[in-house]
């Protein structure tokens, strides 16, 4: 009969360990490459029963970075907020050390003082200022919607975080200012909303209750007021689940027989954005608009159809 694989030590299995930390607790070095240890990166272990979170492995990198002196930063710091943006490697932190990680799935970049932090995040503010470094235009208005909708800031705050960021992007981040706005409650309705605003569209109102004098109606996505017309995301809830289908029809009915024009956007339209904008236009036509019709210019075109700047 095989011997009983013995446990790893508790302070072991509260999160990433290194080789040095292993021999202390009198670990020998076969263990580490046994069932009970997963490798996360080189000299980096986790126990296997714990959860290789993003939390986790954030965390697990940061051990290797001089102590006291370094931050997650950017992109990573958003994504422990709780705003899913960008993409999830490298993990990014900041220094005011003079270190080089020469790790592909970590960058670091220094700084001669490090953004207001807690437990060696970034705060949310400081971490979208920093986030423009890796984020497009639409992604850093997404982000900056997100931490207005999480409770993280006010819009004037994060309107005065991205107006005042200097050096590198900082064009990028004083136009994301411009965009963002309080009341989005997705990124789709932020993409949304931005695709009709970057062709020179009217820009909607976020969020609306529809009501008159019996009460209330319905709430909008995005409407635009004077010609009422509203733009609406339709999630995948809205079709794979038959109580949201059915009192999404009773909701629709009720906007169209208050006189408001809706125009249902779905993901799939959204691989489709010149499409969208133009029903959208049509809708505003239809309803007495008689303004610009939408430019697809370099800025919407960046946005929205990056692909074309190839070609």
């Not at 051990?63 to 006291?68: D, I, K, M, Y």
């Not at 993409?191 to 209750?209: K, Q, Y």
């Not at 370099?298 to 074309?308: G, H, I, N």
Request: proline letters at 8%.
């Amino acid at each position: 009969m095989p011997a009983r694989r013995k446990p790893l030590p508790p302070e072991l299995t509260m999160g990433a360990f290194g080789p040095s930390l292993a021999a202390a607790t009198g670990v020998e070095s076969g263990v580490l490459r046994g069932p009970g240890v997963r490798r996360i990166g080189q000299g980096l272990f986790l126990a296997a029963s714990c959860d290789p979170t993003y939390q986790a492995l954030a965390a697990a990198y940061l051990r290797v970075l001089p102590a006291e002196v370094t931050a997650v930063d950017g992109v990573s710091a958003l994504r422990l907020w709780g705003v899913e943006v960008g993409t999830e490697r490298p993990y990014r932190y900041v220094t005011t050390a003079k270190h080089h990680s020469t790790r592909p799935e970590v960058r670091v970049r220094r700084t001669s003082q490090l953004p207001p932090c807690q437990h060696s995040v970034l705060l949310p503010l400081p971490a979208l200022v920093a986030a423009r470094r890796d984020l497009d235009l639409l992604g850093l208005v997404v982000a900056g919607d997100w931490l207005i909708r999480a409770g993280w800031a006010t819009l004037s705050e994060v309107q005065a975080a991205l107006a005042a960021a200097e050096g590198r992007d900082c064009r990028r981040a004083r136009r994301a200012a411009e965009l963002v706005r309080e009341g989005s409650e997705s990124p789709r309705e932020t993409r949304l909303r931005l695709l009709m605003v970057l062709a020179g569209l009217p820009e909607p109102e976020c969020n609306v209750e529809l009501g008159d004098e019996r009460g209330f109606i319905a709430r909008v996505d995005l409407y635009l007021r004077a010609w009422r017309v509203a733009g609406e995301y339709e999630g995948d809830q809205h079709r794979t689940d038959p109580d949201t289908y059915g009192k999404d029809l009773r909701r629709y009915e009720r906007i169209v027989a208050f006189g408001v024009l809706p125009v249902r956007v779905a993901k799939a339209h959204l691989k489709r954005p010149r499409d969208v904008v133009m029903r959208i236009y049509d809708a505003l036509v239809s309803r007495g608009y008689n303004g610009p019709s939408p430019v697809f210019g370099p800025e919407w075109c960046d946005a929205f159809e990056p692909w074309r700047r190839s070609t």
